[in-house]
């Protein structure tokens, strides 16, 4: 069974940077575009970023200019660099992968908490 493995979750203060990982247990060039969505709790999950096959990034306003999507085909590994951080970007963030038939995988979450 395919798997999304997140990593890189964690406690950092307001202003700090944290880079997600996620990897997966098979080629990502199997996938249309891989995400990043959040949930922060009473809220909805909400997307983040995508990246498609060829490295194409689009991003929610509320990041741009913040955070950066990338991948390592190689590796079979998307990542999420995130920095100068908010406390509203406190959420489980997780990753999600997208078939080119539309189907999705997602991985179980890593937890983010910006706090001083």
């Known amino acids: 069974q395919v798997q999304l493995v997140e990593s890189g979750g964690g406690l950092v203060q307001p202003g700090g940077s944290l880079r997600l990982s996620c990897a997966a247990s098979?080629?990502?060039?199997?996938?249309?575009?891989m995400r990043w969505h959040r949930q922060a709790p009473g809220k909805e999950r909400e997307l983040v970023a995508s990246?498609?096959?060829?490295?194409?990034?689009t991003y929610a306003d509320f990041v741009k200019g913040r955070f950066a999507i990338s991948r390592d085909n190689a590796k079979n590994t998307v990542y999420l660099q995130m920095n100068n951080l908010k406390p509203e970007d406190t959420a489980n963030y997780y990753c999600?992968?997208?078939?080119?038939?539309?189907?999705?995988?997602w991985g179980q979450g890593t937890q983010v908490t910006v706090s001083s």
């Open positions: 999600n992968a997208l078939y080119y038939n539309n189907r999705e995988l």
């Open positions: 098979e080629s990502i060039l199997s996938f249309s575009r």
């Open positions: 990246i498609t096959t060829g490295g194409v990034p």
